[in-house]
């Protein structure tokens, strides 16, 4: 059973308007939320993460916000910008309960941000 | 400053064959992590070595092993392939183990087998 879940495989957006990515989680033990970028050919590049002791995370035009009663996140894009068409993880950890270094993916979400 | 860096970065095998992928961490990180991604899937965790030494393992038969170097590099084997092998096998590098689970990727090594 998946722990981490993408509901959205893909998601079409114009430039400059908000990208809206989601997630959600069903293990309580998760404390510390991440979101990768990934393009083709490459590895998933780190974007930004969140710890549970808060409800939101921001660096630039990336804002995480995490809902812990709903086991909900999501990564907010604003702007949006053509070089952000990629395909972005959710992923956890049970990180202040001990994880061994332990990432939990969801299957991805495929952004296409359109000029 | 170089990332993480993996090789090969392509590989077919047959099935039945042996395995051996190999993974440099970024200067000074001192924790190395396998994943294994199928297509249309996250990555999933294989392993995490620190100093040498085994420190998780995830949901994977013992055809998979893996170790580290005293330079902090690792290795990731998989014997007796089948179809199924067939994946992107991502390493994920970080300063150590127990710290931040942020971990840096490396491009990753696309293994087919036939």
């Known amino acids: 059973d998946q722990q981490v879940k993408q509901n959205s495989p893909s998601l079409s957006v114009q430039e400059g308007r908000i990208s809206i990515l989601n997630c959600d989680y069903t293990n309580s033990m998760f404390d510390y939320f991440l979101w990768y970028k990934k393009y083709p050919a490459e590895g998933p590049t780190f974007l930004i993460s969140?710890?549970?002791?808060?409800d939101k995370n921001e660096d630039g035009r990336f804002t995480v916000f995490l809902n812990k009663s709903a086991k909900h996140l999501s990564l907010h894009i604003v702007p949006s910008q053509p070089g952000d068409s990629a395909v972005y993880f959710c992923a956890a950890s049970e990180y202040f309960a001990g994880s061994q270094g332990n990432l939990i993916f969801g299957k991805g979400t495929k952004l296409s941000v359109k000029p | 400053d170089a990332g993480v860096t993996q090789s090969p970065t392509h590989l077919i095998k047959t099935r039945g064959q042996h395995v051996t992928l190999r993974c440099s961490p970024i200067s000074g990180h001192k924790s190395v992590s396998w994943y294994q991604q199928v297509l249309g899937q996250g990555p999933q965790f294989i392993f995490q070595?620190?100093?040498?030494?085994?420190?998780g393992r995830g949901n994977f038969p013992d055809r998979f092993s893996a170790r580290q170097f005293p330079n902090y590099s690792s290795e990731l084997n998989v014997n007796a392939l089948l179809l199924g092998d067939s994946a992107l096998y991502l390493c994920?590098?970080?300063?150590?183990?127990?710290?931040?689970?942020?971990?840096?990727f490396g491009q990753g090594t696309r293994l087919t087998v036939v």
């Open positions: 994920a590098s970080s300063p150590r183990a127990g710290g931040k689970p942020e971990a840096f």
């Open positions: 070595y620190y100093e040498k030494e085994e420190r």
């Open positions: 969140i710890s549970s002791i808060k």
